[in-house]
Structures are given as C-alpha cells and as structure tokens.
C-alpha cells in the first residue's frame, strides 16, 4: 500500500484551476522530485496534501485514511510534515529553543507548552540538541537563530521538521536562496536521510536532485504530464515539448545526447 495517494485532487481559485484532477502516489520510504515551471502548479500541491489549503474536488488517503478534511496539525500527529520556501524559524529565540514547540508536540505536552519555554526539563535539551545534531547545527545551539546564514537556518528548520518524527517529509524548493557550498550541506543532509522516511521534494534546480530522486514527476499547468525513472522523464518529448524546451532541459539536468 502506497504511503500517500490523491484521487482526482483538484484546487481552483476562482476561474483559475491551479492543480487540476491529479492522481498521485508516494510509496513508503521513497524519494519523490516534483519539478515544474513556475505557476505549474507544484507548492499547490504541497498545500493541499499538508492541509494548508483545502481541496476543490479529490480526496487524499495517508496510511490508508481519508485525510482530505484534516487540518494541517492532525496531519502533523500522523506523521506529514513540511518545509516552505522562504525559510520559517524563530529568528529571535536561540538555536535550540527553536525545538522546544516540536519536542513538546512530539512527547504530547503541547498543551503545557509554556512550562516548557519558561522551564525547560534536562530531556527538552537533550531531544532539542538530538535533533540538532542530525543536521550539523549543535555547536551553535546556543547562538541567535536570526544571526546564523541563511543555509543553515535552512538546516534549523529541516531539524524543526525532523524533531516531529515525520513518515513523511515535504520539502518546498530547500535549496532555494542558497549558494552552492550551502546546496552541498543540505543536500548531504537529504542523501543520509534516503530510505529511513519517504520524502517529497519540489526543486527547482534539476541537477542537484535528478541522482537522488527514485522517481521524477513533472507538472504542468495543474496537471501531472509525466512521471518515472529521472533519466527517462527528462528526455521524454512531452516534457520538453510542454516544459521547457528539448536543449534548456538538458543543459539545467546535466544530460546529454536525448
């Protein structure tokens, strides 16, 4: 049993159909690449699977359940999380207390969420710099969220994401304002963490995840057009009939001969 699928999800906002009819599938601890030009359609998608947005039409089954009307934080409790494009952190809070929100929801003390920044337990810092520790960030767990770059404020908010012990994990273009040494760092983050969660991932540049995808889909204009092997998506005609054009395609990928 497939870990996500959608039937027929659709979005509109007035007349415009945003995604249209999509049926989609994310296996069980695979790696999934959304590519797309802009306006195709893609961080759509990513909202209405996390619940941010709610669907025109379609329904959407997470381990088997109907969670098409779940909010966002239900989704959360089963196991969906989520990144976004801009970067979201507590600037103002240090490194580590920026877990505190996640720790408590994870160990169900949310409620006394309070206790838990005025008065944090030995085990709020242990789990906070575990986490941190996953992503390279614990020598600066004391440091000001706000003073740290911007790649590894990127990394803090992967750690935000991965301190709820997602099954799922959505990432909404993480590369995006970085500068290549900072794509490097995260990307090597993303390879450890391949095969222990199933993770989606929209990106806009191809080359740096078109070897690390199982599988590539391709939207355009609210609609999957192709889906598959990486290699094989990116030089299918379709794609570079409907996408972007057969020589941009493959010089963004990194492939040569079609």
């Known amino acids: 049993m497939s870990l996500l699928t959608t ?15 999509v049926d989609l599938r994310i296996e069980e601890n695979e790696t999934l690449g959304v590519i797309g030009p802009n306006g195709s359609g893609k961080t759509t998608l990513f909202n209405l699977l996390s619940g941010f947005f709610p669907p025109t039409a379609g329904r959407i089954f997470f381990q088997g ?13 089963m196991g ?3 990144t976004f494009q801009l970067v979201s952190v507590f600037n103002s809070l240090k490194v580590w207390e920026n ?3 996640c720790v408590a929801w994870h160990s169900g003390m949310y409620h006394s969420l309070w206790r838990f920044m005025t008065t944090p337990a030995a085990n709020t810092w242990a789990d906070s710099l575990e986490a941190l520790k996953l992503v390279g960030l614990e020598g600066q767990a004391e440091a000001v969220a706000g003073e740290l770059s911007y790649g590894d404020r990127r990394l803090l908010e992967i750690a935000l994401a991965l301190s709820l012990r997602p099954k799922l994990l959505l990432l909404d273009e993480p590369f995006s304002g970085l500068s290549d040494v900072e794509i490097a760092k995260v990307l090597a ?8 969660i199933t993770i989606g991932i929209i990106e806009h540049k191809i080359s740096m995840i078109v070897d690390f995808v199982d599988r590539l889909c ?22 570079n009939e409907c996408y972007w054009g057969k020589q941009e395609i493959l010089e963004r990928a990194g492939v040569s001969g079609v």
């Open 7 to 21: 039937s027929g999800l659709t979005k509109r906002f007035g007349g415009l159909v945003a995604v249209n009819s």
């Open 65 to 77: 359940r109907d969670v098409t009307h779940l909010s966002p934080e239900e989704r959360v409790k």
């Open 80 to 82: 969906m999380v989520r």
């Open 99 to 101: 877990l505190v929100p």
């Open 189 to 196: 983050l993303l390879k450890s963490l391949k095969g222990k």
């Open 218 to 239: 391709v939207m355009n204009e609210g609609r999957i057009i192709c889906e598959g092997n990486p290699s094989e998506v990116l030089t299918n005609p379709l794609v």
